[in-house]
């Protein structure tokens, strides 16, 4: 009777797997990345990654899962709790051979009540397509001497796993690694560690695959990004004064559910007047946007583990200031030249710089600078450019900071390119030009001969998005009754 029932648990877990979404990454995809990897790795090596952390937010509630985006890469596997080890040679253990192992939670009919079903061994073994499949229970007692391997490949650990009641737990399998390989815990001395531990190498493999989409990311990635460009087009439509941040960042996320895209990338940036002038602001809780401000919505959803990253600035009332316009036109001018020059081959600092020396150079006839020399437009407090203080690209997918070089553009990458302009309320300057945050942000394609704007649904010239704001909105009768 109890096999019969764990028969049944395990079935009941196969038909809520059916129902899943179907254009997840197929298993073949991680096997080959698996496959990228041991290809990358020195002789008689192993590399070893854990599974994301379970992380709590109060009390006996946890934050959504999301799991380590280098573990997701290499076997899809979407639950806690778990190990892969992968090994350059193919290895021997009591009469069978296999160049990788996987251990993940056991079945548990009360946790399972609870949280739903998890694949198990033998789930792993079917959904994963990893032969060498275990419960994490066994991984103490899976006898593999480490001591073996010129190499051992990890990412050192932070220390900061809780230790649940459940055996063979995250906490469990970071512990009994440790133990076997030696690994001096609260030694900072890379002396003090096994010569055969590399905490650096494995990084610098996951970096030189995730940097270059495949096409199956690309497909994933296309959707987030049409997902949020949507977005960004529906509440310019929808945008009035009077609305709160929190109203505009619900917009945008109810699109993303609408398309069924799981979580946000990123905390949303929704910032109006100065909170736009605010580079990484997400409280987004301004109660009423006022005439007249612009307002910064820097967002991006995430489907199937991978983000976009979409920044509009729209005035709130549909028509551009003067300032504000021309503000805002150094900033698409600047992003356009650097897409002009965006293709494989080219240094990827070289984008930054073609968007500074515009932005710079045209800040100076408006008087916001008195020239491009460094005094001049540095300020002293934060060593920055005043006005442009970030950098302005970066590579997205399974991370919104994805693993990149960030030596030379490639075929298949896929960067932001996002100057921006913010002169927050007290900057030296005429005070016309007070709280006006401009920053746009696309998401391209890298091609042999140039580049793919992914995001191009999301209207980026100053006009276009004016006629857009004055396009009917989808969310107009969407009303709600007063609360006191």
Same mark, same amino acid.
């Given at each position: 009777m109890k096999h019969l029932a764990l028969a049944s648990?395990?079935?009941?877990?196969?038909?809520?797997?059916?129902?899943?979404?179907?254009?997840?990454?197929?298993?073949?995809?991680?096997?080959?990345?698996?496959?990228?990897? $041991?290809?990358?790795?020195?002789?008689?090596?192993?590399?070893?990654?854990?599974?994301?952390?379970?992380?709590?937010?109060?009390?006996?509630?946890?934050?959504?899962?999301?799991?380590?985006?280098?573990?997701?890469?290499?076997?899809?596997?979407r639950e806690p709790h778990a190990v892969l080890l992968v090994f350059k040679d193919e290895q021997k253990v009591k009469g069978?051979?296999?160049?990788?192992?996987?251990?993940? $939670?056991?079945?548990?009919?009360?946790?399972?009540?609870?949280?739903?079903?998890?694949?198990?061994?033998?789930?792993?073994?079917?959904?994963?397509?990893?032969?060498?499949?275990?419960?994490?229970?066994?991984?103490?007692?899976?006898?593999?001497?480490?001591?073996?391997?010129?190499?051992?490949?990890?990412?050192?650990?932070?220390?900061?796993?809780r230790d649940t009641n459940e055996e063979g737990?995250?906490?469990?399998?970071?512990?009994?690694?440790?133990?076997?390989i030696g690994y001096n815990q609260?030694?900072?001395?890379?002396?003090?560690?096994?010569?055969?531990?590399?905490?650096?190498?494995?990084?610098?493999?996951?970096?030189?695959?995730?940097?270059?989409?495949?096409?199956?990311?690309?497909?994933?990635?296309?959707?987030?990004?049409?997902?949020s460009a949507i977005g960004q087009v529906e509440v310019m439509k929808a945008m009035q004064p009077g609305m709160s941040e929190t109203e505009v960042q619900g917009m945008h996320e109810f699109i993303y559910k609408k398309y069924r895209a799981e979580y946000e990338g990123y905390p949303?940036?929704?910032?109006?007047?100065?909170?736009?002038?605010?580079?990484?602001?997400?409280?987004?809780?301004?109660p009423a946007i006022?005439?007249?401000?612009?307002?910064?919505?820097?967002?991006g959803a995430e489907y199937h583990g991978y983000t976009a990253d979409v920044t509009r600035t729209i005035p709130v009332n549909g028509t551009f200031s003067p300032e504000q316009k021309l503000i805002y036109d150094i900033v698409y001018d600047a992003q356009q030249a650097a897409a002009d020059s965006c293709k494989a081959g080219l240094p990827f600092y070289k984008l930054y710089d073609i968007t500074a020396e515009i932005v710079n150079n045209r800040l100076v006839e408006l008087g916001l600078y008195k020239s491009t020399s460094e005094k001049d437009i540095v300020n002293p407090e934060t060593g920055r450019n005043r006005y442009y203080p970030h950098g302005c690209c970066h590579h997205i997918g399974l991370d919104v900071h994805d693993k990149g070089i960030y030596d030379l553009l490639q075929p298949n990458m896929v960067i932001t390119i996002e100057p921006g302009?913010?002169?927050?309320?007290?900057?030296?300057?005429?005070?016309?030009?007070?709280?006006?945050?401009? $920053?746009?942000?696309?998401?391209?394609?890298?091609?042999?001969?140039?580049?793919?704007?992914?995001?191009?649904?999301?209207? $980026?010239?100053?006009?276009?998005?004016?006629?857009t704001m004055a396009e009917p909105s989808v969310f107009t009768d969407y009303v709600l009754p007063d609360i006191d």
């Open positions: 648990l395990i079935l009941l877990n196969f038909v809520s797997l059916a129902q899943k979404p179907t254009d997840y990454l197929s298993s073949e995809f991680h096997a080959e990345r698996r496959a990228a990897l $041991r290809k990358k790795m020195p002789e008689n090596s192993v590399a070893v990654v854990f599974s994301g952390p379970v992380r709590n937010r109060a009390n006996d509630v946890n934050y959504v899962y999301h799991q380590d985006p280098n573990f997701y890469y290499l076997t899809g596997h069978k051979k296999f160049d990788e192992i996987i251990f993940v $939670r056991e079945h548990n009919a009360l946790m399972e009540l609870y949280e739903g079903g998890r694949l198990g061994q033998e789930g792993a073994k079917e959904v994963l397509a990893i032969d060498a499949a275990f419960e994490g229970t066994q991984f103490g007692k899976f006898n593999l001497d480490f001591s073996k391997f010129d190499k051992v490949l990890f990412y050192d650990f932070e220390n900061d796993v737990d995250l906490y469990d399998l970071i512990a009994q690694f440790k133990e076997k609260g030694e900072l001395m890379v002396e003090a560690q096994p010569n055969n531990l590399d905490v650096a190498l494995l990084d610098f493999f996951m970096t030189e695959l995730r940097e270059i989409k495949t096409e199956d990311e690309l497909d994933l990635l296309r959707k987030a990004i049409n997902i949303s940036i929704v910032g109006a007047g100065h909170n736009g002038c605010v580079l990484h602001y997400i409280d987004n809780y301004k006022e005439d007249g401000e612009l307002i910064l919505m820097d967002l302009i913010y002169i927050p309320e007290g900057s030296p300057t005429d005070p016309k030009w007070w709280n006006i945050p401009v $920053r746009i942000e696309d998401d391209y394609l890298v091609t042999e001969d140039g580049c793919e704007n992914l995001s191009i649904r999301a209207p $980026r010239k100053a006009e276009e998005i004016e006629k």
